[in-house]
């Protein structure tokens, strides 16, 4: 069963309207999944971004492509700009996409920078039919994007073992998320898991990029970002309500994460 706690809901998708687009300025984005297609055309600046196990950079001019159902993320040392169009799978209802996956980096491409400009201006200038214009420059864009940037096309039994895998690795930071505020190790993850510890950590480092204990230390570090913002509870006790049982090591993981220390984050919140 997929992670719903690292699951992102796209609202203009819900409903109804297949094509979700934005104009982002960012420079993390969480590890997340969900089961659209995602494109990213760096308008400005350039990032590091990680797909399951694969990590690659994407410059301006550039288009990074998520392909259906991958965990991904990106790190960026300054905001990086960019337009985001997500699409439903409903969009490609008539046609063969399910099984082909795209390469992760689109180059400088014209026919796809002028598919992109045409799409976020019917969006940004809305007028009668342009949610028409919109779902016809996004398949002329696929159409493009297939024809040119095919990366493989996966066999039912290659699909099944993909999704498999990532279902593997939902279980494993499911689990961390619904436990993180316990007592928890790797040893202790693999046992709940009946594999062994260096099982594990590679298999969880070569698809988070992270191991076990830095994927949980920093998850527990954004849950107290959120009782330090919100909360007057003592430093002490949110460092133990978020599974640190060391106040110690809880002010060294936070500052190495964040910059500063708790105490000082939480006066300036």
């Known amino acids: 069963m997929n992670d719903i706690s690292l699951y992102e809901k796209i609202p203009e998708i819900e409903n109804s309207y297949p094509i979700k687009i934005r104009m982002y300025e960012a420079d993390t984005l969480s590890p997340h999944w969900h089961e659209h297609l995602e494109m990213l055309y760096i308008l400005n ?28 993320s990106f790190t960026s040392q300054s905001p990086m700009k960019y337009l985001c169009i997500i699409i439903n799978p409903s969009f490609f209802s008539y046609v063969k996409f399910d099984t082909l996956i795209l390469k992760s980096v689109i180059p400088r491409d014209e026919y796809v920078h002028s598919y992109f400009s045409e799409i976020y201006r019917a969006y940004s200038e809305y007028q009668r039919g342009d949610d028409m214009s919109i779902l016809g420059y996004t398949y002329c864009l696929m159409s493009h994007l297939i024809k040119n940037y095919t990366l493989a096309e996966l066999t039912e039994p290659e699909y099944k073992s993909r999704m498999t895998r990532l279902n593997k690795i939902n279980s494993f930071t499911d689990y961390i998320h619904e436990h993180y505020n316990e007592p928890l190790s790797t040893a202790a993850l693999a046992e709940h898991f009946y594999i062994s510890k260096s099982h594990l950590c590679r298999i969880f480092k070569d ?35 978020t599974g640190f049982e060391s106040l110690y090591y809880f002010d060294r993981i936070f500052k190495k994460q964040v910059g500063v220390s708790p105490l000082n984050f939480k006066k300036f919140r």
């Open 45 to 72: 600046g350039g990032a590091n971004i990680r797909c399951n196990s694969e990590s690659f950079e994407v410059q301006s001019g550039e288009t990074a492509v998520i392909n259906r159902n991958e965990l991904h």
């Open 207 to 241: 698809a988070t990029g992270k191991t076990p204990v830095q994927y949980l230390n920093e998850f527990r570090i954004k849950k107290a970002c959120v009782l330090l913002s919100g909360t007057n509870e003592r430093i002490s006790d949110i460092a133990a309500k």
